[in-house]
Each structure stands twice: as C-alpha cells, then as structure tokens.
C-alpha cells in the first residue's frame, strides 16, 4: 500500500502560480502511476493530470494543457502540480492519486487516494 499526502494548497490571484505537492510513503513510489483530480464545489472530483511511474509519459486535461506541469521525484517520493496562469474555475479541493495502472488512473477508478488541499483562486 501507499499513503499519499498532499501540501500547497493556498489562496491565490487570477493570475498566479502555485506548487503543489504529493508525498508517497509506506512503498515505493515508482512502483505507481500518479496523477492529479480536483473537485470543484458541488461538483464530481474530475482528472487533471497524470504522469507514468518513470516520469516520461504525461497527459493534461484539455482545460489546463499549457497552463499546469505534472513531475515527480522518485528519489524523494513526491510528485508536482505546478500551475501557472490560474483561473478562478481552477478553484477546487486538489487530489493526488496512484495506481499501479496508468489507463485505470485515467478512468478514474484510482486505488490510492490523498486527502486533498484547496486551491482557491480569486477574480
């Protein structure tokens, strides 16, 4: 099993950037696939992004593609979300996800869930 927790979340201007980041333990990271979902209010949690276990392989939702960057560091465990011109559609509580199946990550039907951490973003 792997836990997963993520950090970074804050309250940030049109605009703006913000990292943020998911730290694996209780295995080895490079065993999964790991991507990101956010759930905006009162809406279904949706898939954002997702990176292969090496880290070679990528893929963006079509609402942030060019605009947020997936990476990860096996070495420390931890995979990224740096998103760069935020919007305040981009306001969502931020989930990190792993499977050891890339294409069940983009399905959705994730093995290992983090908490999450709020991204808020204001006009």
């Known amino acids: 099993q792997v836990q997963l927790v993520e950090s970074g979340g804050a309250l940030v201007q049109a605009g703006g950037s913000l990292r943020i980041s998911c730290a694996a333990s209780?295995?080895?990271?490079?065993?999964?696939?790991a991507g990101w979902f956010r759930q905006a209010p009162g809406k279904e949690r949706r898939f954002v992004s997702i990176?292969?276990?090496?880290?070679?392989?990528?893929d963006y939702a079509d609402s942030v593609k060019g605009r947020f960057t997936i990476s990860r560091d096996n070495a420390k465990n931890t995979m990224y979300l740096q998103m760069n011109s935020l919007k305040p559609e981009d306001t969502g509580v931020y989930y990190c996800?792993?499977?050891?199946?890339?294409?069940?990550?983009?399905?959705?039907?994730?093995?290992?869930w983090g908490q999450g951490t709020q991204v808020t973003v204001s006009s």
């Open positions: 996800a792993a499977d050891d199946s890339y294409f069940k990550i983009l399905a959705g039907r994730v093995r290992y």
């Open positions: 990176i292969s276990r090496s880290g070679g392989s990528t």
């Open positions: 209780g295995s080895t990271f490079s065993n999964y696939a």
